[in-house]
């Protein structure tokens, strides 16, 4: 039956590398979305979430990377048995799970959308992004699909309302508004 074998590998591709695609995805989806929110929270440009969200997309991105694949080589109870390529296509999967989910925030600041509604856009992006990553991990790996896709969006949600928070109250301090 052709194509049942190449079903077969990409369901054991999917299977071997999924920690690493679910990872970096929700890192990616919410390390950048925290830095969208955390600007916005301090009123800063649109300009400073882009030069900010790009610089940390692609160094955080490239630091889980590396360290995934220093994980892969680091030998537990003994000599290591990943091989460069081994642990370089975990690495390699790590950092694209987390780059191109990562871009998502970023989307309504490089779309030609209105600066009152660019925010607001991002927000709703990446938390339905953070849903679906979710609900892909529960259908994965057999947990309640719904349950995981919350799982993932609550904690998107509360981590961006920290970065946000964070934000507003630093512009706050830095503009003088609260003497310590």
Known sequence: MPGTEDSVKSRRFLRHFLPDMVYGANDG??????????????????????ILGFSSLLADA????????????TPAGGESQTSRRHAARHA?????????????????????????????????????????????????ASLPALRAGLEMFLVGALAAGVAYGVGALGALLADGGIAL
């Open 29 to 50: 989806l919410i390390t950048t979305f925290a830095i969208v929110a955390g600007v916005t929270g301090a009123g800063l440009s649109a300009t400073v979430v882009l």
């Open 62 to 73: 490239f630091s889980m990377a590396t360290s995934n694949y220093l994980a892969q080589r």
């Open 92 to 140: 390699t999967v790590t950092f694209l799970g987390f780059v191109v989910p990562g871009l998502v925030p970023l989307l309504a600041y490089l779309l030609p959308v209105a600066g009152d509604y660019r925010f607001a856009l991002a927000a709703a992006t990446t938390l339905f992004m953070l849903f679906l990553v979710g609900v892909g991990r529960g259908l994965a």
